[in-house]
């Protein structure tokens, strides 16, 4: 709980993050309505608004999505033996976009349409930011 924000947040503990901490004698009473599920993502530490995908993967990260549960109760079938077809639904956009980028050329969305829209920035931005190394 942020004392300063009066709602709940995550703290990284890293140096980077926490340069001036002090630990305090100070108790907390959990109020009795306190529910972590109301706080902390069904996926992880990070809550976020979920997102309906279907992505194509190809090659060697298609295996390696097949051998993990990629969202919530994702569905996966083989389209060929080296495309994977997953449907899925994700919380937090940030992790879909992290998890899209890792793929690299190997990942294709084919839906939502705002996701290929960021995504294609996104890609677009690292291309402008590479070109411009090639005249210097």
């Known amino acids: 709980y942020s004392l300063s924000a009066k709602d709940f947040r995550f703290f990284k503990f890293s140096r ?40 194509l993967i190809s090659g060697y990260p298609a295996l390696l999505a097949a051998e993990k549960e990629i969202g919530l109760q994702p569905q996966m079938r083989w389209q060929d033996e080296d495309t994977l077809y ?20 190997h990942v294709k969305v084919l839906s939502p349409d705002y996701l290929k829209e960021e995504l294609r920035a996104v890609i677009c931005k690292m291309y402008e930011i590479y070109a411009e190394e090639e005249h210097l």
Request: charged share 30%; glycine share 8%; proline share 0%.
């Open 16 to 55: 980077e993050r926490m340069k001036h901490v002090s630990l305090m004698d100070r108790h907390f009473t959990r109020d009795r309505d306190f529910r972590v599920k109301d706080h902390v993502g069904a996926l992880g530490i990070m809550k976020g608004d979920l997102h309906e995908l279907e992505i």
């Open 86 to 105: 997953i449907k899925t639904v994700m919380e937090g956009k940030m992790n879909v976009i992290s998890l899209l980028l890792s793929m690299g050329a």
